[in-house]
Every structure is written in structure tokens, then in C-alpha cells.
């Protein structure tokens, strides 16, 4: 596929990872906006909705709550609950850190250290929808902490495992910037040109919880988008 094609989640090409009767987890493409915003473009979550319609010939509204987002450029995994039984032990989940969230990244340029763990305090201009990472703490920031290693050096980028220990808005993104690593084609946090398709190479790889109804250990693993870079990394 050109890198160029943006393709969107329908009801037709939706990416289902997994699903029972409590929950559905789907991989999202790039482009993909998972709740309604000023843009008016389709949500992932309605896509979601239209699928469970098509799949079990349902009449009327399709339940799904939204337990957790990705920003719109990022791809990979994202968890939907089916019930309303689900969804708030699914929200506690989520809010009491109790998924384990890994992510890979490409970046431009190899960290200092192949492995460290990332401590800043985030501060949101909501007005930019930007994050700005500090070393100390700032008024109205929030602590942010993950966890990196290098998977791989490419021929001109490196990929990066991440492992998320706290929740902040564009935390990710906003951190490997402030060690001089921003993710490839996230011209908002410092890299210098844009993914033709407007994508970042930021994706939810992997994510581990225990099903909130069945009690069981869970792991999905999100294939990745089909481009010559992500490729390279597989």
C-alpha cells in the first residue's frame, strides 16, 4: 500500500482482535478519531457499533462504552466495553493501572542510553492541544514516568518499546521529544516533516489485564500498519 492511502475503519475492514460477549478490542489505523470531536468525522466507536449491527442483526442501538482513547495519528490497540457490566470494571481497570500498556515507536534519532526510565512533569496548553515536559515540577503539571528500551536500529531510525506507567495526555509523544527522540512524522512534538498520510509512527502494540468479568489473564498483541518503515521492524 502507498503510504500516502489513508484508510479508515469501516464496518467492513474493521481490524476485531478480540471479542466476547463483554468486550471488543480492535485494532485502530492511524486516522481513526475512537470518540466524536468538532471534526464530525465518523468515530471508531460509531464504526464499532455498525459492525455488532451488521454482525448479530441488531435492531435498534448497539451498547459500547469507550473505556480509553489513542491520539487520532497513533494506531494499535483500543478496548471497547459491550455491557454495562463491563464497562465500569474495565474503567476501573484502566484508571487503577492495572492494564499493561506497551507501545513501539520509531524515532529519528537513538537515545542516549539504550534503555532508561523517562520522569517528567507534563503541563497541557489546552489551547494548542500540546503537552510540554519539564524536569521539575511546575504549577497545574502532572507527574509523567514511563519505561524505554531500543528493539532495533533501522537503516536511518530506531524502534523503541515503551512501557507506560502513567496516563498523560500525549505522554508518549511529548517525553521522547524532550530527550531529542520525537516519534517519526509528529511534527507537533519536534519532527521535521509530516507522514504523508498524517499518521505518526506510534502504535499500541501490546496489552495485558485481567478480563474484568471472566477473571482470566488476557494478552493481545496489535499487528502493525503496513508501511516500507513498519515493516522493517517486524
Request: some cysteine; aromatic content about 8%.
Amino acid at each position: 500500500m502507498d503510504a500516502s492511502e489513508k484508510v479508515v475503519s469501516t464496518p467492513k475492514n474493521l481490524q476485531v482482535l478480540y471479542e466476547d460477549n463483554h468486550l471488543i478490542i480492535v485494532n485502530k489505523r492511524p486516522g481513526d478519531i475512537v470518540q466524536g470531536d468538532k471534526t464530525g468525522d465518523t468515530p471508531l466507536s460509531e464504526v464499532v457499533k455498525e459492525y455488532l449491527k451488521e454482525k448479530y442483526n441488531k435492531p435498534g442501538n448497539v451498547y459500547l462504552g469507550v473505556v480509553h482513547r489513542l491520539d487520532r495519528p497513533t494506531s494499535g490497540l483500543v478496548v471497547f466495553a459491550k455491557t454495562s457490566k463491563a464497562l465500569p470494571r474495565l474503567n476501573k481497570l484502566f484508571s487503577d493501572k492495572k492494564a499493561k500498556k506497551t507501545y513501539w515507536a520509531v524515532v529519528k534519532d537513538a537515545p542516549s542510553k539504550s534503555a532508561d526510565t523517562l520522569v517528567h512533569w507534563l503541563k497541557r496548553n489546552p489551547k494548542q492541544n500540546k503537552s510540554y515536559a519539564h524536569e521539575k515540577e511546575v504549577p497545574d503539571s502532572k507527574k509523567a514516568v514511563l519505561d524505554y528500551r531500543m528493539l532495533k536500529a533501522l537503516k536511518t531510525y530506531f524502534l523503541l518499546e515503551i512501557d507506560l506507567k502513567t496516563g498523560r495526555h500525549h505522554q508518549i509523544r511529548a517525553q521522547l521529544s524532550a530527550i531529542g527522540c520525537p516519534i517519526k512524522g509528529d511534527l507537533k512534538y519536534g519532527f521535521s516533516r509530516s507522514n504523508k498520510d498524517a499518521s505518526i509512527h506510534l502504535h499500541a502494540r501490546k496489552l495485558e489485564f485481567l478480563h474484568p468479568v471472566k477473571n482470566e489473564p488476557l494478552t493481545i498483541v496489535a499487528p502493525l500498519p503496513k508501511d516500507f518503515i513498519w515493516d522493517a521492524c517486524s
